[in-house]
């Protein structure tokens, strides 16, 4: 017998709940410099969206971005930090079960990482132009949690 998904889809898959990376997030949480953090944990999503949101930030980008006829380093930055915590979270939940589709709930912590990754690809994609990207990431957003975008000022 199927079991319901968080999501209400009786056919889905279940939703990926992700480990904790307790040693990144705890660093973060120190105010431990997000460069080291990213150094001494690779593989942290956590870490490499930290860097990217923080480059947004000094871009003067906070919500959705706006694109721009001229684009600064932090944004390409941030797009690079973005991308890296991306592909890094798409590994762990690729070993944790996750198909390319399905839930990734925005309410189990240490799946936020990635999805913060996610929305700040979103946002550097849209400052620098490339609409497509950005319509994928929040294609994916929407997929792994529709409560996400939200909670990340996408919406």
Known sequence: MKRMTSFGDLLGPQPVLLPENSDAEQALLDNQSP????????????????????????????GSGEPRAEVSLDVVAAYAFARTGYHRGLDLLR??????????????????????????LARAAQTIGE?????????????????????????
Not at 35 to 62: C, F, M, N, Y
Not at 132 to 147: H, Q, S, T, V
């Open 35 to 62: 460069v080291d953090v990213a150094a001494a944990h690779p593989t942290a999503s956590v870490a490499w969206a930290q860097l990217a949101e923080d480059a947004l930030e000094r871009a003067g980008i906070t």
């Open 131 to 155: 609409n497509d990207e950005y319509a994928r990431c929040l294609d994916l957003l929407e997929d792994c949690d529709p409560r996400a975008a939200g909670e990340l000022g996408l919406d």
């Open 95 to 120: 070993r944790n079960g996750w198909k390319g589709f399905g839930p990734v709930p925005w309410s189990h912590e240490p799946n936020r990482g990635f999805l913060r990754a996610v929305a700040a």
